[in-house]
């Protein structure tokens, strides 16, 4: 007999590392990165910022906004002429195939995390004018990870403000704790793989949709709704057929998920520099419903917002296509995929857990 309590998926709560880099209070509602409680550091970091924070070996962000325009060039010098051929595929697994076609490495450095991180962005900003039927452009190695990525996807130059948006974005996406994506870059950097190996596993991981894939489908819920009223029936409707609606629940939190506020904040902030999100208030109105209707069919369980609720939207005000949130979730977390691959590298052993066997064994 399997005892269900033991084996809910055979890994839950169970501790595969010792890590310094972040961790997620589901009961309160706090997640915290290298002792900074996310919101303050989402408000107040660049993605270098952030990068010189959580990488190894004290590089200071000015060096690694050097580090990032570099690399961001080169990668888009050596695959220029190879990313129009992946354009057909979802933007992920373009991603996925792109970023497996680096050169490998296993050092630990912020050069070698840069130069892959980097090239995640360029990758993803170049799908992005792909699919809009635009020519590639290169790179501009003078501005910053954020700056750039935006001016690539929208071909114009950003405001600060929507700079600030993405810088915050990006901050507040890049670690999470154990979640499924890290683990498996820590798997494959505890096996000794390179760094290249690791992200493009962690990437496969990302695209599913009980992970970094829901975003997209949320616009897509706001999108369908498109005025409050219709909320009640759409969600009824979602639920009666047994879908489940994205961007809701989540397997730590008891709560609200804390970067669906930072988000909320940051389309405010966007708001006040003149900027309109035009989904906010749908999406406030849309997630009341939700909840009530969750709290309604799943008395025994919370299941509020999660960070894709608002990620949608705040992407969305940042004039991001929707078909590109889970590859820009990417382009943030490989900040924290490469800090647990070098904490891994540093101080981890080969992860192998175990499985219980439930099936039958020989005769005699
Ligand atoms: N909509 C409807 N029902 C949901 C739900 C959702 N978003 N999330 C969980 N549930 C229900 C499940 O159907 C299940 O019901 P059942 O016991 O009657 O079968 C119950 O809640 C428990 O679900 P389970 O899959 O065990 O929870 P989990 O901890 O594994 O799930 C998520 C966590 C995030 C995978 C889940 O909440 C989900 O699928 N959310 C939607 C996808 C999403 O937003 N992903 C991004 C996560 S950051």
New binding site residues.
């Given amino acids: 007999m399997v005892e269900s309590a033991v084996i809910s998926n055979g890994l839950d709560g169970i501790v595969v590392a010792e890590t310094d880099i972040s961790e997620v209070d589901g009961q309160r509602g706090q997640l915290i990165i290298k002792g900074r409680d996310v919101e303050d550091l989402g408000f107040a970091s660049t993605f270098e910022q952030t990068c010189a924070l959580l990488w190894p070996g004290g590089a200071t962000a000015e060096e690694l906004q050097k580090q990032f325009g570099q690399a961001r060039v080169e990668a888009f010098e050596a695959h220029k002429d190879i990313l129009p051929l992946l354009n057909r595929e979802h933007p992920m697994d373009a991603l996925r195939t792109a970023t497996s076609l680096l050169v490998s490495g296993t050092q630990s450095d912020s050069q070698e995390f840069a130069r892959i991180t980097a090239a995640v962005g360029v990758f993803t900003a170049s799908f992005s004018r792909l699919t809009q039927g635009k020519k590639l452009i290169a790179p501009d190695p003078t501005l910053t990870h954020s700056a750039d990525y935006l001016r690539l996807i929208r071909d114009e130059t950003p405001t600060a403000a929507e700079i600030a948006g993405m810088d915050t974005y990006l901050t507040t996406v890049s670690d999470h704790g154990m979640n499924a994506s890290t683990f498996t870059a820590r798997v494959v950097a505890s096996t000794e793989s390179d760094n290249v190996s690791c992200i493009v596993a962690a990437i496969g991981a990302l695209k599913g ?3 970094g894939g ?1 975003p997209g489908p949320v616009l897509e819920m706001l999108s369908e709704i498109g005025s409050p009223e219709n909320a009640e029936k759409w969600v009824n409707d979602e ?1 009666n057929s047994g879908k ?8 730590i939190y008891k709560v609200r ?1 804390p970067r669906a506020a930072v988000f909320e904040k940051a389309i405010s902030h966007l708001e006040k520099a003149g900027l309109k999100a035009s989904r906010l208030e749908l999406a406030r109105a849309v997630e009341r419903t939700c909840e009530r209707i ?1 709290a309604e069919r ?1 008395p025994e ?1 919370p ?1 509020k917002a ?3 609720f608002y990620t949608a939207v705040l992407l969305d005000a940042l004039k991001v296509p929707g078909d590109l949130f889970s590859a820009t979730f990417a382009v943030g977390r490989a900040a924290g995929w490469f800090a647990h691959v070098a904490e891994q590298r540093a101080k981890g052993r080969l992860i192998r857990p175990g499985s219980k066997y439930t099936g039958s064994y020989p005769k005699n």
């Avoid at 489940?244 to 397997?251: A, L, V």
Wanted: zero cysteines; hydrophobic letters at 45%.
């Fill in positions: 949709p009980l992970h829901a639920l489940r609606i994205m961007g809701m629940g989540h397997r998920d969750l799943h369980r299941l999660n960070v894709e």
